[in-house]
């Protein structure tokens, strides 16, 4: 039976833990990481939340990180694609699902932890890739497991990002989106203590995705692939 999981990691234990230490309030997604054949692709990461220079000079610093490059910036210039290689440690991660015949649907990144949507063929397939990231001293913490295709919520959830989840989900409870709105821009940004501009972008780049999902219509991140 083929299975669609959410599985979150330690980021000490995947990557790019130093990065968000240095930058709490990045925001980051990676989308459809596959293999081909006995070469894995490296990830294309969307990156925002900070100034380019800022999220640039952090990635320099991580030890998990070994080379970037940014290849697009969206339109507003305040979101960017990078194609990360990580340390070894993270490629005998990757390695270990492609082996299991598993592909990343997408993944994101916070501070503390990495979760990503796979899909197996099969269900035997997604319990030896545990085994075997735990045999490599990875926790792994299983959140949702379901057959393929029969949870829209899993699918559509997955696309947002923890803090565009949070923004959207605390704009749509305190009446942002009501008419009349029961509250500004600028007094929801002062309550979840990012500014004006952060929540501005967060909100929009998060109904973008939304939207994206509602009328069928890829989203600039997949476009990019």
């Not at 100034?51 to 969206?74: G, Q, W, Y």
């Not at 990078?82 to 993944?107: C, K, W």
């Amino acid at each position: 039976m083929t299975t669609v999981t959410e599985l979150a990691l330690s980021s000490d234990d995947v990557a790019l833990s130093e990065t968000f230490e240095a930058l709490p309030e990045l925001e980051m997604r990676i989308k459809s990481v596959v293999a081909e054949g006995a070469q894995q692709t490296m990830p294309l990461v969307w990156i925002a939340g900070e100034s380019k220079k800022e999220i640039e000079d952090a990635l320099a610093d991580d030890s998990s990180v070994d080379t970037f490059d940014c290849l697009l910036e969206d339109d507003g210039d305040s979101e960017w694609l990078y194609r990360i290689e990580y340390a070894s440690g993270v490629e005998e991660m990757y390695g270990t699902i492609f082996a299991n015949d598993g592909t990343i649907l997408d993944a994101q990144c916070s501070s503390d932890h990495w979760t990503f949507r796979l899909l197996f063929p099969e269900r035997d397939l997604l319990s030896e890739t545990v085994s075997e990231l735990e045999e490599e001293s990875i926790h792994v913490d299983v959140k949702r497991m379901v057959e393929a295709g029969r949870n829209a919520d899993l699918e559509a959830t997955a696309a947002l990002t923890e803090a565009q989840e949070e923004a959207i989900n605390e704009a749509y409870d305190r009446g942002y989106y009501d008419v009349p709105r029961r509250i500004s821009l600028e007094d929801l940004a002062a309550e979840l203590d990012i500014s004006h501009q952060a929540l501005s972008e967060r909100l929009r780049r998060a109904n973008k995705v939304l939207a994206s999902e509602q009328i069928g219509e890829p989203s600039q991140d997949e476009i990019a692939h």
